[in-house]
């Protein structure tokens, strides 16, 4: 059984950092679209970053050149590097998994079968 779980959230200042760590478990190899989502207070989930299974990466607007996604496949685990930190980068961030292979990664929260239980951000100005 594939299970997610994400680990590093919490609280930072406008202008800081924080790094998300998604551990993957039930799985033999990484070569799938994997990514973060995020969701904030009354709002809809968005895709803040995915890569596929080459490695090549992908942005939502407001997250390029501060957010860097990157994958350990030894260790099954998928990162996320957050700088520059906006109060507006505030919410719950879930790790997600998809089941088959496609290229390029989509930013639609329904093609992604497998989720984490998601982990919160908070910054503040």
């Known amino acids: 059984q594939v299970q997610l779980v994400e680990s590093g959230g919490g609280s930072a200042q406008a202008g800081g950092a924080l790094r998300l760590s998604c551990s993957i478990f039930?799985?033999?190899?990484?070569?799938?679209?994997m990514g973060w989502f995020r969701q904030a207070p009354g709002q809809e989930r968005e895709s803040a970053a995915n890569?596929?299974?080459?490695?090549?990466?992908t942005y939502a607007d407001s997250a390029k050149g501060r957010f860097t996604i990157s994958r350990d496949d030894a260790n099954n685990t998928l990162y996320l590097q957050m700088n520059m930190l906006k109060p507006e980068d505030t919410g719950t961030y879930y790790c997600?998994?998809?089941?088959?292979?496609?290229?390029?990664?989509?930013?639609?929260?329904?093609?992604?079968?497998?989720w984490g239980q998601g982990i919160q951000v908070t910054v503040s100005s």
């Open positions: 997600v998994r998809a089941a088959t292979r496609f290229s390029p990664c989509s930013i639609r929260p329904g093609d992604y079968d497998y």
């Open positions: 039930g799985v033999n190899h990484m070569s799938v679209c």
């Open positions: 890569i596929d299974g080459p490695g090549r990466s």
